[in-house]
C-alpha cells in the first residue's frame, strides 16, 4: 500500500490496496491517514454492497440517513447518490443533481455526532462533478485571537437545510421541522485532540444565546472565514474511489457542473462516533 499526501494539512490518497483483504497494519495506516488528513482516498476498489458496508463498518457504527427516499431498498444503511436527476417530464430534479452542493458538514442537526460519510464512486461522469473539502481546523487556527476568544462556550442550532430548510422536499413529511441539534461552535475533536471552527454554513439557525441581528452577522463572519481557508482538496472522481471525510473537522461541497445526460451516482454511509469515543474525549 501507498499513501500520498498532497498537501500536509488536508488529504490522502491510498493505492496499491484491496479494502476487502486487509492487514493490521495497513488497516491501522488508513484509519491514521484519514485522521491526519481529514480526507481518505483509497482508489481503485471494485466492491459489492456488502463489501462496501463491511469496510464502513470499521470505522464505525452505521445510521441510515434521515432522507429515507434515497436509501437502498434492501439496505437501509446504504443511501444511493444521483439516482433520478432527470425527472419523468424531462426536467432537472435539482434536489437530486444539486444534492451536496454549498459547504457543509453532514448530519449537524442530529444530536449524535456523525464522525464521518463515506462515498463510494459508481458512476462518474466525464467532466465535471468534483467535490471540495476544507479544513475547519486550520479555519479555526486562522481566526483572529478576539474572534477565538468570544466564540468560547457559544453553541449554535443546526436544522436540516438550515434557515431556509433547503433539501426539505427531500425528507418525508413526519421527518420535517424537528427540533434542532444543539452543537459547541469549538469543538475539541475526540480523537485528534485538535480544536476545529464547527458552525456548518448550510444547515445553521442561531447561535444560541445572541438577539437575531446578532447572530445572524456572527454566522456569515464565520462563514467568510470558514470558505476562505486554503487548505483545501479538490476531489476529482474515478469509478472505484473510496473517499471517507472526517464530519468533526471539515466542509466540504459537491461542485455539480457536470452533463445531466451522464450519471454522476456514488454509494454512500453514515459513520457515528459511539458512546465510548465520546467519552473517551470528556
Ligand atoms: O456528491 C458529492 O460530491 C458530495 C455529496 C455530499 O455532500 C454528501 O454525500 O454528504
Ligand atoms: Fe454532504
Request: some cysteine; glycine content about 10%.
Amino acid at each position: 500500500m501507498k499513501i500520498d499526501k498532497p498537501d500536509p494539512r488536508i488529504g490522502a490518497i491510498a493505492t496499491d490496496v484491496d479494502v476487502r483483504s486487509l492487514s493490521d497494519s495497513d488497516w491501522n495506516a488508513l484509519y491514521r491517514a484519514w485522521l491526519d488528513g481529514i480526507v481518505l482516498v483509497v482508489r481503485g476498489q471494485t466492491l459489492t454492497i456488502e463489501e462496501f458496508l463491511a469496510y464502513s463498518r470499521r470505522f464505525g457504527r452505521l445510521k441510515p440517513h434521515r432522507v429515507k427516499k434515497t436509501r437502498h431498498p434492501e439496505h437501509a444503511e446504504l443511501t444511493v447518490m444521483g439516482i433520478g436527476t432527470r425527472k419523468p417530464d424531462g426536467k432537472i430534479d435539482k434536489t437530486i443533481y444539486d444534492r451536496g452542493g454549498g459547504w457543509h458538514t453532514d448530519s449537524p442537526w442530529d444530536q449524535d455526532i456523525c464522525k464521518g460519510t463515506q462515498l463510494y464512486g459508481i458512476a462518474i461522469p466525464s467532466t465535471g462533478g468534483d467535490t471540495l473539502f476544507a479544513s475547519m481546523y486550520d479555519a479555526y487556527e486562522n481566526l483572529p485571537e478576539g474572534l477565538k476568544q468570544r466564540l468560547q462556550g457559544l453553541k449554535a442550532e443546526h436544522v436540516y437545510g438550515g434557515r431556509g430548510r433547503r433539501g426539505n422536499d427531500l425528507l418525508d413529511p413526519e421527518d420535517r421541522n424537528r427540533p434542532p441539534a444543539v452543537h459547541p461552535i469549538l469543538r475539541t475533536h475526540e480523537e485528534t485532540g485538535r480544536i476545529s471552527l464547527y458552525a456548518n454554513p448550510y444547515h445553521i439557525t442561531r447561535v444560541q444565546g445572541l438577539g437575531d441581528a446578532e447572530s445572524e452577522a456572527l454566522i456569515a463572519e464565520l462563514t467568510d472565514h470558514m470558505v476562505a481557508t486554503t487548505a483545501q482538496y479538490r476531489h476529482k472522481w474515478q469509478v472505484g474511489d473510496i473517499v471517507i471525510w472526517d464530519n468533526r473537522c471539515a466542509l466540504h461541497s459537491a461542485t455539480g457542473g457536470y452533463p445531466i445526460e451522464e450519471q454522476r451516482i456514488h454509494w454512500r454511509v453514515t459513520i457515528m462516533q459511539d458512546a465510548a469515543e465520546q467519552q473517551r474525549a470528556a
